[in-house]
């Protein structure tokens, strides 16, 4: 039996074409639950390759190279607690999201230390299921980050909490300095309003969107050379924002 998704939770975004961020792997053998979240993980701009077995989905993992996996436990052929672990020997870097209706602590227990990223249980928020994989998805790309940083006539000390452009001294507040880290250490990758509300402001305190285009303007009048142009605070219409040293 298919548990009831509240499919009618807005995800957030611009209108228009958008770039597409990669792949998401569905191994899922209940056809309606395919649907489910191919359609979550389109609207999120990702490509979604789904397999409804477990040896389709090992065959799919190992040609297409996703970014993350959302796993059912319970699949044909090869189960989900097996291709956890074989995932993570394959590829110890792409992030396994284990989503199961058995919801017993030994089970998520195991799983974590077979290798799985996290463990979401049906039913589930497709907004909680998008954040739970995208911040999976970050984490495995995270580096630490060296204290001072420099692109165009900036330089930043998170350590300090010091900004200087073009040899004068900026003032940022302790959330601009937040958001700026943040950007600085998803160098390249665009990230949605939600990303960026949900990592930056709390996944518990959503203000608008409209508060994030407000907090990005205001870095852009510090930061940017020409604000109205900016080189460095990117706007990717249709997907949310990149940061590009």
């Not at 044909?76 to 199961?100: A, Y």
């Not at 990230?191 to 305190?205: A, C, H, I, K, M």
């Amino acid at each position: 039996m298919v548990e009831d998704i509240d499919l009618t939770e807005e995800i957030q975004g611009d209108a228009g074409p958008a770039p597409n961020l990669g792949t998401i792997l569905v191994i899922e053998d209940d056809p309606r639950m395919q649907k489910v979240l191919r359609r979550i993980f389109t609207e999120q701009h990702y490509t979604v390759a789904v397999a409804g077995d477990g040896k389709t989905g090992l065959d799919l993992f190992r040609s297409e190279r996703p970014l993350a996996v959302v796993l059912d436990l319970v699949l044909p052929n090869i189960s989900g607690r097996e291709l956890c672990q074989t995932f993570k020997g394959i590829s110890s870097e792409t992030s396994v999201i284990v989503l199961s209706a058995i919801s017993e602590v030994v089970d998520k227990v195991l799983l974590l230390e077979l290798g799985a990223d996290d463990y979401v249980t049906k039913p589930f928020s497709p907004r909680e299921l998008t954040a739970r994989v995208q911040a999976a998805i970050r984490r495995q790309r995270k580096v630490l980050s060296p204290a001072v940083h420099r692109f165009g006539e900036c330089e930043i000390d998170f350590k300090r909490m010091t900004v200087w452009r073009s040899g004068n001294p900026v003032v940022l507040t302790a959330h601009e300095f937040k958001l700026l880290k943040f950007f600085i250490e998803n160098s390249e990758h665009v990230l949605t309003r939600d990303v960026l509300l949900n990592e930056v402001w709390g996944y518990n305190f959503y203000p608008t969107t409209r508060t994030v285009d407000n907090q990005i303007l205001k870095l852009r009048q510090k930061l940017e050379t020409d604000p109205a142009n900016p080189k460095h605070l990117l706007t990717i219409y249709g997907a949310g924002y990149k940061f590009v040293p």
